[in-house]
């Protein structure tokens, strides 16, 4: 058997990969990574999210290393994914694990491998992991070995296991980015959607100290996320939707925000009640952070499949823009090296200047209602004056499940016989960094990607013209 640690960690069905027997492989792997590397010393940060098991596996993770003599940070209970890349740099540790599948539907677990740093763990760390796990796989199946360890209670007591709760100092962080002022005193409203995840009590609670008036909605842990994927996409928060919308036709004063299931990804609604897609967001909080943040400075980064909006700022205001394949640790990695105003993806994920290399859906949310609350535009109406600004881009992103040969041979035929034009356009340029982009003479795009984590094909696409995307996605389609 073989692993395989996508974008971000590995992730199984519970119960069919992932198991309590394949995770303390998994765990193993990642003990002999900290020993070597001498990193175990400084300890390591433990937290999980809302899904079934995750306090076992947790524990379980907890007691592995505790009993291999690398002191494990536990989280109380469920935190965000960007709490645990804080409190890994705040304590200094020597990384951190996550049991998360992210935005996965919930009979999946996961587990995410931070670096000392807070970042993703770049391939060139997962792949030990991966080498090592099948390593300790194929001697179980020739020579089976009982892995025994201390009890969980036992390295409680000696130490080796501490107990933590990083929210108040993650919340006070957070102070540093968001003009409280601005949204203390806007008299702006708030409906949030907490999704069943980890951001109950953390974005909430940070508006809610402010004093503003802030309506919650699925507040409470549910490890089957209301029975729909914990992604905060248009399609999984109806209800938000339509609350925020019929408060706004009263003439309130509000947005609406959203959280998945781990916090790392946002959504954000204005009064009309339109959601708007995370390229628009980001476009907004790019223009935004140079108008009105003016101590952050430095490049933008965006991934391959992010609107090419971010460019066309950049190039007016006279900001490096940086492209890099999907996936939050590839920013994460830009960020590391030099000063970065804003990096984000079209999947709902960013950071900012002087912040943690990881995706931070909290600090997204509350980003956006200081937006709303210093402008008094709606989101929409701040998007569209973008348009007027810097042009038009139209994008879309579709997901076909695919059958693992019908993927093979779609990715083979692209790779080697690339399309030289679409509908019409010649492609002027191919990128095959991560899957196949193809940008044609008029500047619209079609990128073809895989799932590293599911059987799915991702279709993006952007234009200039909404009918010009529509032939784009049509064109994607007639190669299925």
């Known amino acids: ?114 670096t000392a740093d807070g970042a993703p763990a770049l391939p060139e760390i997962t792949k030990i992991f991966e080498a090592k796990f099948s390593e300790l796989f194929q001697a179980q199946q020739t020579d089976p070995k009982e892995y025994t360890y201390e009890s969980f209670e036992s390295l409680l007591e000696k130490g080796m296991i501490e107990m933590i709760n990083p929210q108040p100092t993650y919340l006070e962080r957070l102070k540093t980015f968001i003009d409280t002022d601005v949204i203390s005193t806007s008299g702006i409203k708030v409906v949030y959607d907490a999704m069943y995840g980890t951001a109950r009590e953390y974005t909430d609670k940070f508006l809610n100290d402010l004093g503003c008036d802030v309506e919650v909605m699925n507040d409470h842990r549910d490890v089957y996320f209301g029975g729909r994927p914990p992604e905060p996409s248009e399609e999984n928060i109806p209800e938000l939707i339509a609350r925020v919308g019929d408060r706004g036709k009263t003439g309130e004063f509000v947005i609406g925000i959203a959280n998945d299931g781990d916090a790392d990804r946002y959504a954000a609604i204005d009064s009309t009640g339109t959601y708007l897609q995370a390229n628009q967001l980001l476009a907004i909080l790019f223009h935004y952070a140079l108008k009105h943040k003016k101590d952050w400075k430095g490049c933008v980064v965006r991934t391959l499949a992010t609107t090419h909006l971010i460019d066309a700022i950049a190039k007016k205001e006279g900001i490096v823009c940086h492209d890099v394949p999907v996936g939050f640790k590839y920013i994460g990695e830009v960020m590391m090296r030099e000063d970065m105003i804003i990096g984000g993806e079209e999947s709902n994920g960013l950071s900012v200047f002087n912040h943690i290399p990881e995706k931070d859906g909290v600090l997204a949310c509350l980003l956006f209602v200081e937006i709303a609350a210093r402008t008094g535009k709606t989101l929409s109406e701040y998007l569209e004056d973008l348009y007027k600004e810097y042009g038009y881009f139209y994008t879309d992103r579709q997901n076909y499940r695919l059958a693992e040969e019908k993927k093979n041979a779609l990715l083979e035929s692209l790779q080697n016989k690339t399309p030289t034009e679409i509908s019409g356009k010649a492609v002027v340029k191919v990128d095959k960094r991560d899957g196949v982009k193809m940008i044609c003479e008029d500047n619209s795009w079609f990128l073809v990607r895989f799932s590293g984590t599911e059987p799915v094909v991702r279709f993006y696409a952007e234009a200039g013209s909404k009918n010009r995307l529509d032939e784009i996605l049509s064109f994607g389609k007639s190669l299925l």
């Not at 990969?17 to 433990?46: P, R």
């Not at 740099?89 to 539907?105: D, Q």
Request: charged letters at 20%; a neutral charge.
């Open 1 to 114: 058997m073989k692993i395989k640690f996508g974008t971000s960690g590995w992730r199984a069905i519970i119960a069919d990969e992932f198991t309590y027997d394949n995770l303390s492989l998994v765990l193993e792997a990642i003990v002999s990574y900290l020993k070597e590397s001498g990193l175990g010393q400084k300890g390591v940060v433990i937290g999980r999210d809302t899904r079934f098991l995750g306090e076992e596996f947790s524990k379980l993770a907890a007691t592995v290393l505790g009993s291999h003599g690398i002191k494990a940070f536990l989280c109380d209970r469920d935190v965000p994914t960007p709490v645990i890349s804080y409190e890994i740099t705040r304590r200094s540790a020597g990384g951190g694990l996550n049991f998360t599948a992210s935005h996965n539907p919930p009979d999946y677990q996961g587990i995410k491998f931070s």
